[in-house]
């Protein structure tokens, strides 16, 4: 394996440094989706108590909602409102997190029990 390797990098050096790069990227977005999918497979993540902190996407996977009927809830263009906090939302529309809340309830589908 050692002179296959030493092979490689004296013949091949550009393509052998691509299959590297490649390789080393295909494993961080590996690790980032284990990282999502344990993250939000925890039910302490899930229907989480609104904070203003919370950006509108963290609310959606939280609440199990769509992202962009959310942002077209409170009439936020999705580039525009990508980042935007929940409290930065509330403040734009003079509204409380109470009553993002309420809006974000009414929203959500019926849970039916199944949480």
């Known amino acids: 394996m050692r002179t296959s ?5 004296r013949h091949h ?3 052998l440094l691509a ?11 590996a690790v980032r989706t284990i990282m999502f999918a344990l993250y939000w497979s925890d039910p302490a993540h899930r229907r989480q108590q609104l904070e203003a902190w919370m950006p509108l996407r963290y609310v959606a996977y939280s ?13 936020v263009k999705d580039q525009q409102g990508r980042r935007l906090t929940v409290g930065q939302i509330a403040a734009r529309k003079d509204l409380t997190l109470e009553q993002m ?5 009414a929203l ?8």
């Open 13 to 15: 050096k550009l393509l």
């Open 63 to 75: 609440w199990q909602l769509d992202p962009a009927r959310i942002a077209a809830a409170f009439g």
């Open 101 to 105: 809340k309420q809006q974000l309830e």
């Open 5 to 9: 390797i030493a092979h490689l990098w």
């Open 108 to 115: 959500a589908p019926p849970s039916g029990g199944n949480e």
């Open 19 to 29: 299959f590297v790069v490649a390789a080393l990227v295909t494993l961080a977005f």
